[in-house]
């Protein structure tokens, strides 16, 4: 079975980074699509970017493209999602999650397919 083990977080003051790390485990990423998703207080969950099994990358949010990006390190099954210049509207817990169909691709639109969530995810928080 696919786990997630998402770590990275923490609390950081605006305009600082993170880099938050994904390890997998019970799949490849050869064969597996990752994508990472934010849940902020009192708010849904939102998908952010994802990673095809091919390194093919689909940005979810416009208005994050040029501050965060997704990339894989196949020899360590581990996903990352880098934060730069972070705000406290960044403020959530940060989940990675698989496709629950189609598992090797990203789709278009997250909010038209269902995800697997299957690690505890990782709390940022940006505050002074």
């Known amino acids: 079975q696919v786990q997630f083990a998402e770590s990275g977080g923490g609390l950081v003051q605006p305009g600082g980074s993170l880099r938050l790390s994904c390890v997998v485990s019970g799949a490849t990423l050869d064969w597996q699509a990752i994508g990472w998703f934010r849940q902020a207080p009192g708010k849904e969950r939102e998908g952010i970017s994802c990673i095809s099994y091919n390194d093919m990358i689909t940005d979810f949010i416009e208005s994050l493209r040029g501050r965060f990006f997704i990339s894989r390190d196949i020899a360590l099954n581990t996903v990352y999602l880098q934060m730069n210049d972070l705000k406290p509207d960044d403020t959530a817990v940060y989940y990675c999650?698989?496709?629950?169909?189609?598992?090797?691709?990203?789709?278009?639109?997250?909010?038209?397919?269902?995800?697997?969530?299957r690690g505890q995810g990782t709390q940022v928080t940006v505050s002074k």
């Open positions: 999650v698989t496709p629950t169909e189609a598992p090797m691709l990203c789709p278009d639109n997250p909010s038209l397919t269902p995800w697997d969530y």
